[in-house]
């Protein structure tokens, strides 16, 4: 069966937060899709050739003030491929991060010149950067999207399938022929489990998940708890009862009984998130910080604190920051630059790419940025640096 076209997946996501389908041609999207999948195909195998060449090379890492880089290494298969071996005499092996960090983020591509080479920066589908700097490219059904690293070592995510390829039909919540499954995926990416989780007319999104359950937002319904064992779903938080219905989870984060997320309308100059409980969605502070909110928002393990990669014009650029705060009191308890990103052909040219938690007080967020000038289509991982903030 032919894998969704993005933007017919991206229209499907869009539901959940009321937003109007549109009229579009399924044809012309699948075929938009599979060039999409023929660029990512090469920008990999791009990708593994330059890292392979620079094993041993350094990335740069900045760890609140400034401290010596650290190796990305070639992508691995799997975790297996990389035995540890213990020498007599050798300093103990590095604890694992508390979280782990899956590199994600919009990107795109460009021809600028008409017979010229295509430019851009693509993430991975569910390329995982390890506490010791190598990329993990997991093996991912096609049609996979919106991937939750559990600690244990699984991925859940949803897979979108068109069952009805080449059929002219309307894009949206009630389109026919779609398939939405929560998958589940163990030791060596196998496939655990694989179950229908779309409800046709309703908007649908993976939020977050533990080791008993994936959140769900289900337009019109609320954020549900879906227990990964039975299926069963419950109810967390109600849909509220405003005329657009739209619940508050464009970017949200959970952790520890909590759910922060963004709230309001995209805004330049002010980042707003609401901390609720998970049971009930009982809001428990209101945050700001002096920007648009970025892709990456993560609680730490222990509910306390919240990273939040933000930014802000500077000129023509985009100012990139990290600030943490403290769920219960807003106030802030950090706030370091990450880099600034430039346009380049009408794209911009960089941004965060995922973050995660170290300990409780620890966050490591990734940054890429496209060379000056670039000449091709470049993957996240080759361009990656990764930046350690920490509170005191």
Known sequence: MDVVPEDLAELVHRAAHATAPYPADLATLRRRARLR????????????????????????????GHRPAAPLAALSPSPSSSPSLTVPGSPPPTPAPAQ???????????????????????????????????????????????TVALPDGRLVGLKLTDLMPGVRRTDGPDVAGLSI?????????RVDISREVRVKGQGLKLAGADARYAYLVREGVGLVAHELATGRERTMIPAPRSADGELPFREA???????????????????QLDVRRLAGGARLSRLTVAGECAPSIRLSPDGTLVAVPYRRPNGRNLDYRLAILDTA???????????????????????????????DTTV?????????????????AELARVLTVGVQ
């Open 253 to 271: 984060a959970l952790a520890e009984g909590l759910v922060v997320s963004v709230t309001g309308p995209p805004d330049m100059t002010r980042c």
């Open 181 to 189: 499954r929560l998958m589940v995926l163990g030791a060596g990416d």
């Open 100 to 146: 782990r960090l899956m590199l994600s983020g919009d990107g795109g591509t460009v021809r600028p010149h008409r017979g010229g080479p295509e430019i851009g920066l693509l993430g991975g589908v569910a390329d995982e950067l390890r506490g010791d700097g190598s990329v993990l490219r997991h093996r991912v059904p096609a049609g996979w999207e919106e």
């Open 329 to 359: 009191t807003g106030q802030l308890r950090a706030d370091q630059p990450l880099g600034t990103a430039s346009p380049t052909f009408g794209m911009t040219g960089g941004g965060t790419w995922g973050a995660a938690w170290v300990d």
């Open 364 to 380: 490591r967020v990734v940054w890429a940025h496209l060379p000056d000038p670039p000449r091709k289509v470049y993957s996240v």
């Open 37 to 64: 999948r023929r660029r990512r195909t090469a920008t990999a195998v791009a990708g593994l050739v330059v890292l392979v060449a620079l094993t041993g090379g350094a990335v740069p890492l900045l760890v609140g």
